[in-house]
Structure formats: structure tokens, C-alpha cells
């Protein structure tokens, strides 16, 4: 069973799939973790983040390593823990650009496709292009959604510091980038289920995705 859940940031995407893959025996897996990663590693590594020929020559250069328990979901570069440091504003900041790299897109969706495929009870996987590039064929696509205003919130709540006004012009902003990318934009799939979260809680949210997810289950 491999369900992909796509959509913009803060629409409660990584909180609804960690509770979802661990309420169902499943792995998880968080894209946008292993974009940051990439990201982090140009940053540390002094490469030019406004030279797109520099970040593909340098792609595929970091070791990525995601653990898929969603109990305690882990990532590391060339073996360094970086599941504190791929959530600075920094990274966040510089994410879109390295994400918008073919060369990178390519690297990272091998290394999720192969996680998929080798998870043996079926996966969990949430970003932005799962259920449209990644993993087209996955048995279930879910698509997040939330006002802007619920999602900046939300966002400001995780960033501690920062105020939900400047958030919500960030995630406006990452939004037009990241579906204006001509490799693999973020995009709702012809064929996932639309779930519209501004009113809703977290535990609502998941118990409508496990309720979808279970649902599939006794269809197949």
C-alpha cells in the first residue's frame, strides 16, 4: 500500500502522515526532509546557491539517508545527523532554488522511489510531487489544502519567533516558486482526493486520511 500525500506547506502534511503511517503499520517518508537536506549540504559546502550549473554539478555528492519509522523518522548526511539543522530559516529560505534544479530533482526522486519500493508493509510518502512525478502509480493520493492564513499560523507556530504576517507572505511566495518549477511543479494529481483542512484539527485530518486509506484497503 503506498499512499502519497501532496500539497503546500502547512496544510499539516508531515503531522497527518507520521500519525497516519504509525496508526497503520506503515513507513513514512518526508520528500521535503531530503530536499532541505540537499539544500543544507550546498549551503555548508559554500556552493553558489544562485548558480543552477553549480548546484547540479554538485548533486550527486551527499550521501542522504532517510529512516522511514514514523515513531522517529531520521535523516543524516554523509552520516551527520541534520534533522535540527535543515529547519533553519536559512534552508528554508534556499529550498525552492536547489529544489528547482533538474539535476536535483532527479537524484532525490531516485532515492525515493527506491525507499517506496522497498518498504514491505507499504509507505507513507508526503511532499509536493508524489502523486503527480514520483510515485504516479501509488494506490492512494491525498491532496492537502488550507487557506494561507490557517497555514501561516500554523507554520509560525512550528518556527518559534517568527510572526505569522512575514510567514504568510514566505509560504505565498514558496508557493508561486514551487509551482511555477518547470521540473516536477507542485501540482494536485487528476486522481488524488482533495482534503480541505483550514477548519479542521489535526486529529480530524487524520482520522479523514486513515478513514480514506482503509477505505482503499478493503477495495484492493
Wanted: net charge negative.
Amino acid at each position: 500500500m503506498i499512499v502519497a500525500i501532496d500539497g503546500p506547506a502547512g496544510t499539516g502534511k508531515s503531522s497527518t502522515s507520521k500519525a497516519v503511517a504509525a496508526q497503520l503499520g506503515l513507513s513514512y517518508l518526508d520528500t521535503g526532509a531530503q530536499y532541505r537536506a540537499i539544500t543544507w549540504w550546498m549551503v555548508s559546502n559554500g556552493i553558489d546557491i544562485d548558480d543552477p550549473s553549480a548546484i547540479a554539478a554538485a548533486a550527486g555528492k551527499p550521501e542522504i539517508v532517510s529512516g522511514t519509522d514514523p515513531e522517529g523518522p531520521t535523516i543524516t548526511v554523509d552520516g551527520v545527523d541534520v534533522a535540527g539543522p535543515i529547519r533553519t530559516q536559512e534552508v528554508s529560505s534556499k529550498v525552492s532554488a536547489v529544489s528547482a534544479v533538474p539535476e536535483v530533482r532527479a537524484r532525490i526522486t531516485e532515492l525515493q522511489r527506491s525507499i517506496a519500493s522497498s518498504a514491505k508493509l507499504g509507505i507513507v510518502v508526503e511532499g509536493r510531487d508524489i502523486g503527480t512525478t514520483v510515485l504516479p502509480d501509488a494506490d492512494l493520493k491525498i491532496f492537502l489544502t488550507a487557506s494561507p492564513e490557517a497555514r501561516a499560523a500554523r507554520r509560525s507556530g512550528e518556527l518559534k519567533g517568527s510572526d505569522v504576517h512575514s510567514t504568510r507572505e514566505a509560504l505565498i511566495k514558496r508557493d508561486a516558486a514551487d509551482s511555477s518549477r518547470k521540473t516536477s511543479p507542485l501540482a494536485k494529481a487528476d486522481d488524488a482526493v482533495e482534503v480541505d483542512t483550514t477548519e479542521l484539527t489535526l486529529a480530524q485530518v487524520i482520522e479523514c486520511v486513515v478513514t480514506l486509506v482503509e477505505e482503499k484497503r478493503a477495495g484492493k
